[in-house]
């Protein structure tokens, strides 16, 4: 197996999604319907949010929609914010998440390096958050690109931004892995004509993800064995 370059989705691959995000969204919900437990309700709802056990439900949208999109459902039970702001806010309080990495990172991409292999990531979250994350990871400057859904370049299922990652670092669509927790991920990786690599730090399940997926693993620290067989 050639692989010369990995694109890695964020939340639910490089990032454990429930450890990251089910508390965090308590948290927004709860202020956003400012005391007003029949929005909070609604909001929950919209978004597939279990309020009783604070955590999201395998269907909702947050998992591998954009900001945008998810601003879209949540703006009808926020009337104090327009649409455009919401989403502004969503990104604004992501980038301030308490992150849990799926693996410790910095070996992991260092590992990776030493390989000669380009690292990039694709998230459906914003750019300047997933930079936040990436930072505040100690990771930021070993990734080579870092594309956003507001990065330009279009969002995943898409196969835009993952193609633009391949003309930003010249590496060959058919020698790229897409490595990512979500179908989303393995859509557009397929559609980039792309490896894909599904993990199951998301919510996804192996059964959801297999029939995508050129190999299914439980997380990203298991690639490199992938890569050696």
Known sequence: ?????????????????????????????????????????????????????????????????????????????????????????????????EIAQAVPLAPFLDGLKARGLKVGVMTNDGESSARSHLSRSGVLERFDMVIGADSGFGAKPDPDPLLAFCSHTGADPKTTAMVGDSRHDLIAGRAAGMRTIGVLTGMATRADLEDLADVVLPDIGHIPDWLDR
Do not use: C
């Open 1 to 97: 197996m050639t692989i010369s370059a990995l694109l890695f989705d964020k939340d639910g691959t490089l990032f454990d999604f429930a450890r990251t995000w089910n508390g965090w969204s308590m948290s927004v919900l709860t202020g956003l319907a400012e005391g007003d437990a029949e929005r909070l309700a609604a909001m929950a709802a919209a978004i597939s949010y279990d309020l009783d056990v604070a955590a999201f439900r395998p269907d909702s949208i947050v998992i591998a929609g954009t900001n945008a999109e998810v601003a879209e459902r949540l703006s009808p039970f926020v009337p104090q914010m327009s649409e455009e702001a919401l989403a502004a806010h969503l990104i604004q309080t992501a980038g301030q998440a």
